[in-house]
């Protein structure tokens, strides 16, 4: 079975700071791996979705890498914002279901 | 705009009753999803449906219960069978293409005392 594993669980850092997040999984046959951003109490908004035969995706200041033979993917969040602050998720597709990771709590520091 | 409505967004219920919560999208996507999401746990998939008439269970079904007699809507009754039912419940749909992305609604925090 497909496990998905985020590091940290939680980071803290200062507005304006380069970060990057990580996600693991086991099984390196999936059809792509999507971000998600998550807002207290509110449901997942898609952020990223990189297919297998993809390296990376870009979007404004975010940018998701995908290295299928290892089994990782990053986020790259350049020149963080307060308005960043939210749980990131990130997700393996299989073709049949999708695992979730438990997530990476960002906090920016104004 | 397109997208997927939960609701009620907050749902509070006494022990041993049954409750549903309603899932509508209006993405015209084949594949529906319910995940239950507490805290420190990842999502976890309660149900999924394909097509209309057919559903399959996920990794926790359990005191669980769907029906998809329209496209559009995939409702999740949690019955009094579920031990622990407590929990943030997010609908997501997906076209059956196997690349395309995942999309959610905002949620039902549903409370049983």
């Known amino acids: 079975k497909q496990e998905v594993t985020q590091i940290p669980a939680a980071l803290s850092v200062p507005e304006g700071e380069n970060l990057v997040l990580n996600c693991s999984f086991t099984d390196s046959a999936i059809y792509n791996l999507q971000w998600f951003r998550q807002d207290p109490g509110k449901g997942l908004t898609s952020l990223l979705l990189i297919q297998s035969s993809q390296r990376e995706q870009t979007s404004g200041r975010l940018n998701a890498s995908l290295d299928k033979s290892s089994g990782r993917s990053t986020l790259y969040i350049a020149a963080s914002q307060p308005g960043d602050s939210a749980t990131y998720l990130c997700?393996?597709?299989?073709?049949?279901?999708?695992?979730f990771g438990t997530g990476t709590s960002l906090t920016v520091i104004p | 705009d397109g997208g997927i409505t939960q609701s009620p967004k907050y749902l509070f219920r006494k022990e041993g009753q049954n409750v549903t919560l309603s899932c509508e999208q209006n993405?015209?996507?084949?594949?529906m999803y319910w995940y239950r999401q507490d805290p420190g746990q990842g999502l976890r998939l309660i149900y999924y449906?394909?097509?209309?008439?057919?559903?399959q269970k996920g990794d926790i079904a359990e005191g669980y219960s769907v029906s998809r007699e329209k496209k559009e809507s995939f409702p999740l009754t949690v019955t009094s069978a579920q031990k622990n039912p407590t929990a943030f419940y997010l609908c997501a749909s997906s076209p059956t293409d196997r690349a395309s992305p995942l999309h959610f609604g905002n949620g039902t925090r549903l409370t049983v005392t």
């Open positions: 993405l015209n996507h084949d594949a």
């Open positions: 449906s394909q097509i209309v008439n057919d559903f």
């Open positions: 997700a393996a597709n299989t073709g049949n279901q999708f695992y």
